[in-house]
């Protein structure tokens, strides 16, 4: 009996299912980090020439009191103290609360009751400025003026308490990741100690995330210091008010002021021109707000990156007495609980006063039909403004984003990761007022473009792009390292890895950053102000780029709000106020199924 061998005749390989060249990555990977850095020296160059092209008495910026351009005297010492007073405020009042939330969201809910509470968190932090300032305008302002005696109730007090709001989302969340990024090793080494819940937060699990934390408050101070027209609305704008005791600095909170922000988002960059000593005293404060707002989110993201609980070691420290240890835990619980309960609360409760007061919102015609006169018809033309500028932004920040995203979480060095890192962060905390400035000058008055919806997109891109950069670098990181090994394993080049694994395997946690930066931009006001938008008179789709201004619904909240006391014009504020919310709320929802959908999913294929 033979056996007959089957053999198989020898096949040539498929030449065309092998990955093609992609020269293109490279140009468009390095043209995102390049984006990124020519942004940001964008705002600093053009601070850096108004400062040239008129003398600045440094000395004097930053030590007189008074700000008088009629009489040549420009200083911004109250404007530093206001921006320091609301800034401290808000901390104060939010880190308390922010992280006693954070630890009963970590710490003593199960995961199906605090992912609910953290999307509360989230909505929280989508909720654009401009509704922050229209809730303090109607709600805060009448609290302060009830309870200091003062007419009206703008003050640094009511700017302080609106910024504690909206730091505290930031706060809770960027603690939320640091306190689950401890290991649940060390968790179980000390409940085998026999320590308490409260006492196994302190000595072993405060210990490892405090420096994260830690990096949270300042990220929040960074947002409150760049805040501008949520302060503007309520802080009064009272330029040259310097207390000279203590007494005189209790007394200054209950009254308005001025901060570092608010005097950029007034009417004085536009009067002051493009030259001369007032508006190069104006761009000397851009340059020492950008500077504070740099220094602050440089210092937490580096507290951060060292703080990591990964990369520590625990030690336990029980420092306590066993008397009564189970009632201090028990009230330490309650505690937290109840702190945790005030962001839900006080989102219900915004809510609340948006749908009892923004009812018009949900009849249909207020979205279908255009504006009338002051405070008349709906807010069709706004959507559609809105809708075109987030629109445009998408498609312009996109690309950058993403491949900025790529060069930092693969290809870059260490060092030239982390200093592109720096650079994508100090440009998502600069104050946006600094990026309308900057865009009003360059696109509206050099190019000559003056209000154009294109360059409002264009002043909005630097808002998105840090956000798309941000989460596609830290998708990049997340790729297991047997995924890199068999790619390249096949022989697939650097280029050919980053089109056919990196970028399938990263878009969705990109997809989401784009979601939640145009979120976040479309209920920017303080860009639009100066180079895109106008109240009223402009066409719902404009016909050309050149003189093409658009109608928004975030500054046209705006123009309504400073109108507090004609009845028609409020209620216009809070219906447009909660088309807004509910325009960012499909986009924000949108992100959070899109993150719990692909959180933790590995691309395979």
């Given at each position: 009996?033979?056996?007959?061998?089957?053999?198989?005749?020898?096949?040539?390989?498929?030449?065309?299912?092998?990955?093609?060249?992609?020269?293109?990555?490279?140009?468009?990977?390095?043209?995102?980090?390049?984006?990124?850095?020519?942004?940001?020296?964008t705002?600093?160059?053009?601070?850096?020439?108004?400062?040239?092209?008129?003398h600045?008495?440094?000395?004097?910026?930053?030590?007189?009191?008074?700000?008088?351009p009629?009489?040549s005297?420009?200083?911004?010492?109250?404007?530093?103290?206001?921006?320091a007073?609301?800034?401290?405020?808000?901390?104060?009042?939010?880190?308390?609360?922010?992280?006693?939330?954070a630890?009963?969201?970590?710490?003593y809910?199960?995961?199906?009751?605090?992912?609910?509470?953290?999307?509360?968190?989230?909505?929280?932090?989508?909720?654009?400025?401009?509704v922050?300032?229209?809730?303090?305008?109607?709600?805060?302002?009448?609290v302060?003026?009830?309870?200091?005696?003062?007419?009206g109730?703008?003050?640094?007090?009511?700017a302080?308490?609106?910024?504690?709001?909206?730091?505290?989302p930031t706060?809770?969340?960027?603690?939320?990741?640091?306190?689950?990024?401890?290991?649940?090793?060390?968790?179980?080494?000390a409940?085998?100690?026999?320590?308490?819940?409260?006492?196994?937060?302190?000595?072993?699990?405060?210990?490892?995330?405090r420096?994260?934390?830690?990096?949270?408050?300042?990220?929040?101070?960074?947002?409150?210091l760049?805040?501008?027209?949520?302060?503007?609305?309520?802080?009064?704008?009272?330029?040259?008010?310097?207390?000279?005791s203590?007494?005189?600095?209790?007394?200054?909170l209950?009254?308005?002021?001025?901060?570092?922000?608010?005097?950029?988002?007034?009417p004085?960059?536009?009067?002051?021109?493009?030259?001369g000593?007032?508006f190069?005293a104006?761009?000397?404060?851009?340059?020492?707000?950008?500077?504070?707002?740099?220094?602050?989110?440089?210092?937490?993201?580096?507290?951060?990156?060292?703080?990591?609980?990964?990369?520590?070691?625990?030690?336990?420290?029980f420092?306590?007495?066993?008397?009564?240890?189970v009632?201090?835990?028990?009230?330490?619980?309650?505690?937290?609980?109840?702190?945790?309960?005030?962001?839900?609360i006080l989102?219900?409760?915004?809510?609340?006063?948006?749908?009892?007061?923004?009812?018009?919102?949900?009849?249909?015609?207020?979205?279908?039909?255009?504006?009338?006169?002051?405070?008349?018809?709906?807010?069709?033309d706004?959507?559609?403004?809105?809708?075109?500028?987030?629109?445009?932004?998408?498609?312009?920040?996109?690309p950058?984003?993403f491949?900025?995203?790529?060069?930092?979480?693969i290809?870059?060095?260490?060092?030239?990761?982390?200093?592109?890192?720096t650079?994508?962060?100090?440009?998502?905390?600069?104050?946006?007022?600094?990026?309308?400035?900057?865009?009003?000058?360059?696109?509206?008055?050099?190019?000559?473009?003056?209000?154009s919806?294109?360059?409002?997109?264009?002043?909005l891109?630097?808002?998105?792009?840090p956000?798309?950069?941000?989460?596609?670098?830290?998708?990049?990181?997340?790729?297991?390292?047997?995924?890199?090994?068999?790619?390249?394993s096949l022989g697939l080049?650097?280029a050919?890895?980053?089109?056919?694994?990196?970028?399938?395997?990263?878009?969705?946690?990109?997809i989401?950053?784009l979601?939640?930066?145009?979120?976040?931009?479309?209920?920017e006001?303080?860009?639009?102000?100066?180079?895109?938008?106008?109240?009223?008179?402009?066409?719902?789709?404009?016909?050309?780029?050149?003189?093409?201004?658009?109608?928004?619904l975030?500054?046209?909240?705006?123009?309504?709000?400073q109108?507090s006391?004609?009845?028609?014009?409020?209620?216009?504020?809070?219906?447009?106020?909660?088309v807004?919310?509910?325009?960012t709320?499909?986009l924000?929802?949108?992100?959070?199924?899109?993150?719990?959908?692909f959180?933790?999913?590995?691309?395979?294929?």
């Amino acid at each position: 009996m033979t056996t007959k061998t089957l053999t198989r005749p020898p096949v040539a390989p498929e030449t065309g299912s092998r990955p093609r060249p992609s020269k293109w990555i490279w140009a468009w990977v390095y043209g995102g980090a390049l984006a990124v850095a020519a942004l940001i020296l964008t705002v600093v160059g053009y601070l850096t020439a108004g400062v040239t092209g008129g003398h600045v008495d440094w000395l004097d910026l930053l030590s007189e009191a008074s700000w008088s351009p009629a009489n040549s005297v420009y200083g911004g010492l109250a404007m530093i103290y206001g921006t320091a007073v609301v800034s401290v405020l808000a901390l104060v009042i939010a880190v308390p609360i922010s992280w006693a939330a954070a630890v009963a969201l970590s710490e003593y809910l199960p995961p199906r009751l605090a992912r609910p509470l953290r999307m509360c968190v989230e909505l929280l932090a989508a909720v654009p400025s401009i509704v922050y300032g229209l809730i303090g305008i109607m709600v805060v302002r009448p609290v302060i003026s009830h309870f200091a005696d003062v007419p009206g109730g703008d003050s640094l007090a009511a700017a302080g308490v609106v910024l504690a709001v909206m730091i505290t989302p930031t706060i809770v969340a960027v603690s939320v990741d640091a306190l689950a990024a401890v290991p649940d090793r060390v968790r179980e080494a000390a409940y085998s100690l026999g320590l308490t819940r409260r006492e196994v937060v302190r000595s072993a699990v405060l210990p490892l995330a405090r420096p994260a934390m830690r990096a949270a408050v300042l990220l929040g101070l960074a947002r409150a210091l760049g805040e501008a027209i949520a302060v503007f609305l309520v802080v009064g704008r009272a330029d040259g008010r310097l207390p000279t005791s203590f007494g005189g600095f209790l007394d200054s909170l209950a009254h308005p002021g001025q901060t570092l922000t608010t005097k950029l988002a007034g009417p004085e960059p536009v009067l002051a021109g493009t030259s001369g000593p007032h508006f190069a005293a104006l761009c000397g404060l851009g340059l020492i707000l950008l500077a504070l707002v740099a220094a602050a989110t440089v210092w937490g993201t580096r507290g951060s990156a060292r703080g990591s609980a990964a990369s520590r070691v625990p030690q336990y420290r029980f420092r306590g007495t066993p008397r009564m240890r189970v009632q201090r835990d028990r009230l330490v619980m309650t505690l937290r609980m109840g702190a945790l309960l005030l962001p839900s609360i006080l989102l219900v409760g915004m809510l609340a006063l948006l749908v009892t007061r923004g009812n018009s919102a949900f009849n249909p015609s207020f979205w279908f039909t255009p504006a009338t006169g002051a405070a008349g018809g709906g807010v069709s033309d706004q959507i559609v403004g809105t809708l075109l500028l987030i629109t445009t932004t998408a498609i312009l920040a996109l690309p950058l984003g993403f491949g900025a995203g790529i060069l930092i979480g693969i290809h870059a060095s260490e060092r030239t990761a982390r200093v592109l890192q720096t650079i994508t962060v100090v440009l998502g905390g600069a104050p946006t007022i600094l990026l309308g400035l900057a865009g009003f000058v360059i696109l509206s008055t050099t190019m000559g473009w003056g209000r154009s919806w294109l360059a409002g997109a264009i002043v909005l891109v630097p808002v998105v792009v840090p956000v798309i950069a941000l989460t596609s670098s830290a998708r990049v990181r997340s790729i297991p390292p047997e995924l890199t090994e068999s790619a390249l394993s096949l022989g697939l080049t650097r280029a050919q890895f980053i089109r056919s694994v990196v970028v399938p395997y990263t878009w969705p946690a990109t997809i989401t950053g784009l979601l939640l930066g145009l979120a976040r931009a479309a209920g920017e006001t303080a860009p639009l102000l100066f180079t895109a938008t106008v109240f009223f008179g402009a066409p719902a789709v404009p016909s050309g780029i050149v003189e093409a201004p658009v109608q928004a619904l975030p500054t046209h909240i705006f123009t309504l709000s400073q109108d507090s006391g004609d009845p028609q014009a409020v209620t216009q504020a809070w219906g447009s106020a909660m088309v807004l919310v509910l325009i960012t709320a499909v986009l924000l929802s949108a992100a959070v199924a899109l993150r719990n959908r692909f959180e933790g999913e590995r691309w395979t294929t």
